[in-house]
């Protein structure tokens, strides 16, 4: 069964720091790993999809990372703005997606 | 439809009632997955569907929990003798075939009283 760990739980930063969110799983028969934003008391918007044959995928700020074979992947936040607040979501998917706990980031003015 | 539809919106009920949750998935979508999310968690898996068939329904809490997807398409949650323990928002996502490419609803907030 896929377990999928988040760390930290909660990080706190100051305006403009980039910063590195953490993921693992334990099963790398994955065919992707995806990464997701969830406001409080909304749903989920999706930043990010790396297929198990990439090794990242980058948007405007944001760049995940994928090491399969190690269970692994990162999102990094370049520049982070208060804006940015919110949880975030890491999800491996084989048949069905499992998610990890999220991290919650508080980027503070 | 455009997107997943889950319906209703929010659902407040008594402790030891039944409810239905119902989702819509998008057109020609295959698979079909229902979640939970508790404050401050992330989405459990509760079950997926491939076609009618319920294809993986290992994180179904109990057997007081049960899902339905008679065509292929409309799923419905069924809930019997709700706890208060059960209140949580319960999402629904479709996939043209199974693993790739999810398409969220905004799920169905539930309170139980």
């Known amino acids: 069964k896929q377990e999928v760990t988040q760390i930290p739980a909660a990080l706190s930063v100051p305006e403009g720091e980039n910063l590195v969110l953490n993921c693992s799983f334990t099963?790398?028969?994955?065919?992707?790993l995806q990464w997701f934003r969830q406001d409080p008391g909304k749903g989920l918007t999706s930043l990010l999809l790396?297929?198990?044959?990439?090794r990242e995928q980058t948007s405007g700020r944001l760049n995940a990372s994928l090491d399969k074979s190690s269970g692994r992947s990162t999102l990094y936040i370049a520049a982070s703005q208060p804006g940015d607040s919110a949880t975030y979501l890491c999800?491996?998917?084989?048949?069905?997606?499992?998610f990890g706990a999220g991290t919650r980031l508080t980027v503070k003015p | 439809g455009a997107g997943v539809s889950q319906t209703p919106s929010n659902k407040v009920t008594e402790k030891g009632k039944y409810v239905e949750l119902r989702c819509d998935p998008i057109s020609g979508h295959t698979a079909l997955y229902w979640y939970r999310q508790s404050l401050g968690q992330g989405p459990e898996f509760l079950i997926y569907f491939q076609g009618t068939g319920a294809a993986d329904d290992s994180g179904l809490p109990n057997d007081r929990f049960f899902a339905v997807r008679p065509e292929g398409s409309v799923s419905t949650l069924k809930i019997q003798r709700t706890e208060r323990g059960d209140s949580a928002v319960y999402l629904c996502?479709?996939?043209?075939?199974?693993?790739?490419?999810?398409?969220f609803g905004s799920g169905t907030r539930l309170t139980v009283v």
């Open positions: 996502a479709s996939s043209l075939s199974g693993g790739r490419g999810y398409t």
């Open positions: 790396i297929q198990s044959s990439q």
């Open positions: 999800a491996a998917s084989h048949n069905d997606m499992r």
């Open positions: 099963d790398s028969a994955i065919y992707n």
